[in-house]
Nanobody
Framework: QVQLVESGGGLVQAGGSLRLSCAAS????????MGWFRQAPGKEREFVAG????????VYADSVKGRFTISRDNAKNTVYLQMNSLKPEDTAIYYC???????????????????WGQGTQVTVSS
């Protein structure tokens, strides 16, 4: 079992920045990869970014590439999402997620993840 708790969301103006955090517990954090997803009102949940267990490999959705950075600190059991140059269309609830099984998946398919946090709201005003 893995428990995930996100924090760091809020209201920011377009062009601003936010850093989201996701604290994990319940399993050796350094043994599994992680992902960030988001869901805007009336839309399906979409992949944002993923990171391997070591942090040595990352993947991003095209919509955030070059603006967002995913990272992790295995000593702190935390994964981060640094979001720069925010746009109104980035407004959503952001979720972190962890895979089960081998714990190696960090791709864009939501069904590859079994553990989800409660989400944190990010609102970008124009």
């Amino acid at each position: 079992q893995v428990q995930l708790v996100e924090s760091g969301g809020g209201l920011v103006q377009a062009g601003g920045s936010l850093r989201l955090s996701c604290a994990a517990s319940g399993r050796t954090f350094s043994s599994y990869s992680m992902g960030w997803f988001r869901q805007a009102p009336g839309k399906e949940r979409e992949f944002v970014a993923g990171i391997s267990w070591s942090g040595g490999s990352t993947v991003y959705a095209d919509s955030v590439k070059g603006r967002f950075t995913i990272s992790r600190d295995n000593a702190k059991n935390t994964v981060y999402l640094q979001m720069n140059s925010l746009k109104p269309e980035d407004t959503a609830i952001y979720y972190c997620a962890a895979p089960s099984g081998s714990g190696t998946y960090y791709g864009p398919e939501a069904h590859g993840y079994d553990y989800w946090g409660q989400g944190t709201q990010v609102t970008v005003s124009s």
